[in-house]
């Protein structure tokens, strides 16, 4: 069995020279080995955080990577990829990169793409960048596209006010 491990199987055993020297031949393949792994390693493997339907939870959600929810969450939600899935509800903001509807919201959403599916609800503003709503989708509130939809929001939250005809006095 050891003599798969040999570089010469059939070359008769070398006398073995002092400790010192014998240790050096080890030391090269242990860095070749950490190098490896430095050259193309992804930092870490993505984890997708999932709440299931039987969970409740009262408090704020931050997930650094995608996220699935089918529960009930009253909140405000953050994350990057953001899917509220059928039977879920968030009241509460939403504010992600991307955020897919299938189940409730009642709140803001901030998303640069949201997607507003058949059996999804949204009672609540949206700014968005891009928005798609599907035929049977509800929504009841305002969207407005704004080139950064994640900023903080500012003073620029509030309802713009109607633009009013001009009148034949102010003419």
């Known amino acids: 069995m050891l003599s798969n ?6 070359a008769p055993p070398t006398p073995k020279p002092d400790v010192a020297v014998a240790a050096p031949p080890p030391r090269p393949p242990e860095p070749a080995a950490a190098a490896a792994p430095a050259a193309g390693t992804p930092a870490r493997p993505e984890a997708i955080c999932s709440i299931g339907s039987g969970t409740s939870i009262v408090g704020n959600i931050t997930c650094d990577g995608a996220a699935q929810f089918y529960g009930h969450i009253e909140g405000e939600v953050r994350g990057s990829e953001l899917l509220i899935g059928d039977g879920a509800e968030v009241v ?5 990169q991307e955020v897919t509807v299938r189940g409730r919201v009642k709140g803001t959403i901030r998303a640069v793409r949201v997607k507003l599916e058949a059996t999804g609800a949204v009672e609540g503003d949206i700014f968005h960048r891009a928005l798609s709503i599907e035929d049977t989708a ?5 969207s407005r596209r704004v080139e950064n939809p994640i900023e903080t929001p500012l003073k620029s939250d509030k309802p713009m006010p109607r633009p009013q005809l001009a009148t034949a006095e102010g003419a």
């Open 5 to 10: 491990f040999k570089g010469k199987p059939d």
């Open 92 to 96: 509460g903001n939403v504010i992600a």
């Open 138 to 142: 509800l929504f009841e509130g305002s």
